[in-house]
């Protein structure tokens, strides 16, 4: 299970930190994503952290944005920095794999199907 918080009503040029809580799973044996969906648009992969602890971010959040991971909280984090308001979405955490009935995404040639609840940011301009 993922859960991810953190999320909040920000300035644009503001900072946030988004946590996902994993359970039932160790974090350090699966590569994890975060992705974002914006209302009336698909959902997009932002950042991904694989299991050696390699990092990718979206060109659109490139320098702005830094995944992280706690083995020993069993925890990942977001740093968002300088944030737009075309950041506003729901952000989600998932880690790569695929489970029965579950919606696939992809990012950086990885699947992700394992989706907890997200948690909102909004950038105000």
């Known amino acids: 299970q993922l859960q991810a918080s953190g999320g909040g009503l920000v300035q644009a040029g503001g900072s946030l930190r988004l946590s996902c809580a994993a359970s039932?799973?160790?974090?350090?044996?699966?590569?994890l994503a975060w992705f974002r969906q914006a209302p009336g648009k698909e959902r997009e992969g932002v950042s991904l952290i694989s299991r050696g602890g390699n990092t990718y971010y979206a060109d659109s959040v490139k320098g702005r944005f830094t995944i992280s991971r706690d083995d020993a909280k069993n925890t990942l984090y977001l740093q968002m920095n300088s944030l737009k308001p075309e950041d506003t979405a729901a952000y989600y955490c998932?880690?790569?794999?695929?489970?029965?009935?579950?919606?696939?995404?992809?990012?950086?040639?990885?699947?992700?199907?394992?989706w907890g609840q997200g948690t909102l940011v909004t950038v105000s301009s």
């Open positions: 998932t880690r790569e794999g695929a489970r029965a009935n579950s919606v696939l995404y992809y990012f950086r040639g990885r699947r992700f199907g394992y």
């Open positions: 039932g799973f160790s974090l350090d044996d699966y590569a």
